[in-house]
């Protein structure tokens, strides 16, 4: 299973190049412009899966799923503050449905650590997910996001490895943009993880207002989570389709590549 083979409907959220009449360039190449495009703030709400499996232990010692994803959440905070400190976010929590942990949106570091800081999980499991609500605040809070020349999007961390999710929710509604990060065990008896992604995918191409992305790592490494996090800091008005996304290229390969004499410009150092 992987990511790199999410399907895909259309060239949702790319920026298009018109061509312009005139003469041509050297070697028959004709003009092009980018027409200009806004590219609006974000409000991003996080919404963490609280059920027992987010206590799974990582191949780290002593750290939890959950533990890692709060890491990864604060590193992301701070990566998109960096880029544009009027992003704001929010925080929710899904069991058998999504409910708030903190509505209000903030820019402010310490206001989301605090947030991050109050998640916490069952240790029982909660059964089947419905992610009905969690796409009916977020519709509710993008038009609020629209009204202010911002655009809304939802982080769904989904931990189970055999419970699908399910949704109702109008195929002609996309208002936000939702990316998912899916962790979870290793295909076995007891699981199914390539049918809840599918389930994932499905949710994602439902109501996707701009390019989702989606992540899936069975391999149990918080530094997977991490990469995977970082790529989700692309801003949707902004993104290529995932099939077409080859970054981060991995590092052997540019190796290669720079000792092949194809990249002369980018220089990989393995110093620590």
């Given at each position: 299973m992987s990511s790199s083979s999410l399907p895909k409907e259309g060239n949702r959220g790319q920026m298009k190049m018109e061509g312009i009449e005139g003469d041509a360039t050297v070697g028959g190449a004709g003009r092009y412009i980018l027409n200009p495009t806004r590219i609006n703030s974000e409000d991003i709400i996080f919404c963490v899966d609280v059920?027992?499996?987010s206590l799974v232990e990582m191949k780290t010692a002593g750290v939890t799923r959950l533990d890692s994803i709060k890491q990864a959440m604060l590193l992301f905070v701070n990566s998109k503050l960096s880029i544009n400190p009027d992003h704001r976010f929010a925080f929710a929590t899904?069991?058998?449905?999504?409910?708030?942990?903190?509505?209000?949106?903030?820019?402010?570091?310490?206001?989301?650590?605090?947030?991050?800081?109050?998640?916490?999980a069952t240790t029982v499991s909660t059964g089947q997910a419905d992610l009905t609500n969690l796409f009916r605040l977020a519709a509710h809070e993008a038009k609020k996001s629209r009204a202010q020349n911002r655009i809304l999007r939802v982080i769904l961390i989904y931990c189970r490895s055999s419970i699908r999710p399910h949704h109702q929710w109008p195929v002609n509604q996309k208002l936000f943009t939702l990316d998912v990060m899916y962790l979870h065990d290793k295909p076995g008896p007891d699981n199914c993880p390539q049918a809840v992604y599918d389930a994932l995918v499905d949710a994602l191409e439902h109501v996707s207002e701009y390019e989702g992305y989606i992540h899936e790592s069975g391999h149990g490494l918080p530094r997977t989570l991490f990469r995977f996090m970082s790529m989700l800091l692309s801003h949707p008005q902004q993104r290529c389709p995932q099939d077409d996304c080859d970054i981060p290229k991995p590092l052997m390969k540019k190796s290669a590549e720079s000792a092949n004499g194809e990249d002369n410009n980018v220089h990989v150092s393995t110093s620590r």
């Open positions: 059920d027992a499996e899904l069991s058998k449905t999504a409910s708030w942990l903190r509505k209000e949106f903030s820019s402010d570091v310490e206001s989301a650590i605090a947030a991050v800081r109050a998640l916490s």
